[in-house]
């Protein structure tokens, strides 16, 4: 699997990803249609830092990062379901580690048990609960990630 900068014109395979992960979220509202996601991403990925996991020629999964005055932040980090468990996501959040070595900050939906075993796993730690005072109106949890 490479792990490599998102070029701006694939941005339709990025969205792709996103697509279909959140799909798999059953927890999720869906809040916006497939065309207005789509051009979420083409912005995230024509402006933004993403990096892409590719395997066989196919985007398996996207991360999307960015370090501001006030911190890092890692923003997305999805893989597509069919290539879950195959170290994409793995890839993907070492890569950010390089990209963001003092550190950095992520949220996740308290419900998305999956990738807070992940994040935990790789080192991050809770830093806070919120009640869902976000687009989703779901509960969430702040993680942080130091060296």
């Known amino acids: ?11 339709q395979r990025v969205a792709d990803v996103f697509i ?6 059953e927890y999720l509202p869906r809040r916006h249609s497939d065309e207005e996601t789509r051009a979420f991403i083409r912005g ?4 933004g ?16 990062l960015e370090q501001t005055r006030d911190g890092a932040w890692l923003h997305h980090l999805y893989v597509h379901p069919r290539e879950h468990n ?31 075993r992940f994040y935990e ?3 991050c730690r809770e ?14 949890i702040l993680y942080e990630w130091r060296p």
Request: some cysteine; proline content about 4%; charged content about 20%.
């Open 20 to 25: 279909a992960a959140r799909a798999g979220m």
């Open 1 to 11: 699997m490479l792990i490599r900068p998102a070029r701006r014109n694939e941005w």
């Open 127 to 140: 830093v806070r609960r919120t009640d869902g005072d976000n687009e989703e109106n779901l509960p969430d």
């Open 44 to 47: 995230t990925v024509e402006t």
């Open 86 to 116: 195959a170290g994409a996501g793995s890839l993907l959040l070492a890569r950010v580690k390089l990209e963001l070595p003092a550190g950095f900050s992520l949220w996740t939906f308290q419900a998305n048990l999956g990738a807070r």
């Open 49 to 64: 830092s993403v990096w892409v996991a590719e395997g066989g020629g196919c985007v398996a999964g996207f991360a999307a």
């Open 121 to 123: 796993r790789h080192g």
